[in-house]
T-cell receptor
Framework: DVKVTQSSRYLVKRTGEKVFLECVQDMDHENMFWYRQDPGLGLRLIYFSYDVKMKEKGDIPEGYSVSREKKERFSLILESASTNQTSMYLC??????????FGEGSRLTVL | EDKVVQSPLSLVVHEGDTVTLNCSYEVTNFRSLLWYKQEKKAPTFLFMLTSSGIEKKSGRLSSILDKKELFSILNITATQTGDSAIYLCAVGGAGYALNFGKGTSLLVTP
């Protein structure tokens, strides 16, 4: 079975802190994604990566950056967390177009 | 701009009822439409549809795609409390990412 692991299930951070969300997949998938999920807004794409060191902005990249130094690992970085970044963050991977395999999610609260 | 619209946004039914969830879309270079079920945590894959008129079925769940009218439905028959979840519709277009609708929140009461 495909396994996508997000290192932190719950985080509480303060405004202005730098936040790292880590995601690792074990199926050698080319593509990895970060979405955020908010009530009433659904899942929105922040960034995705189709290869090591390659990244593309999604629909809401402002305030975020990403890093993909190794194929299996895709990190989401909040350089200076703000309260409006309180959300559920979902990482996903895929071998190509089609089905995404999701991690369990990281619920971030910024105070 | 690509768009995926799900309806209704929320629904409450009694156990044993049949429900139909709707998903309409406008996507450039349509590749596929996917349905996911999300309980407390990660969305889990239900179906992927690429061709019109071919029903996909898994137990009490079934789904069909109409590429001419640009919509899909997800049917759940004989609902159970374990079907309570958010159901997400997503569409794949020109890129690798999926474009998601806002989801339908289904509550099945005993």
């Amino acid at each position: 079975d495909v396994k996508v692991t997000q290192s932190s299930r719950y985080l509480v951070k303060r405004t202005g802190e730098k936040v790292f969300l880590e995601c690792v997949q074990d199926m050698d998938h080319e593509n990895m994604f970060w979405y955020r999920q908010d009530p009433g807004l659904g899942l929105r794409l922040i960034y995705f990566s189709y290869d090591v060191k390659m990244k593309e902005k999604g629909d809401i990249p402002e305030g975020y950056s990403v890093s993909r130094e190794k194929k299996e690992r895709f990190s989401l970085i909040l350089e200076s967390a703000s309260t409006n970044q309180t959300s559920m963050y979902l990482c996903a991977s895929s071998p190509g177009p089609g089905e995404l395999f999701f991690g369990e999610g990281s619920r971030l609260t910024v105070l | 701009e690509d768009k995926v619209v799900q309806s209704p946004l929320s629904l409450v039914v009694h156990e044993g009822d049949t429900v139909t969830l709707n998903c309409s879309y406008e996507v450039t270079n349509f590749r596929s439409l996917l349905w996911y079920k999300q309980e407390k945590k990660a969305p889990t894959f239900l179906f992927m549809l690429t061709s019109s008129g071919i029903e996909k079925k898994s137990g009490r769940l079934s789904s069909i795609l109409d590429k001419k009218e640009l919509f899909s439905i997800l049917n759940i028959t004989a609902t159970q409390t374990g079907d309570s979840a958010i159901y997400l519709c997503a569409v794949g277009g020109a890129g690798y990412a999926l474009n998601f609708g806002k989801g339908t929140s289904l509550l099945v009461t005993p």
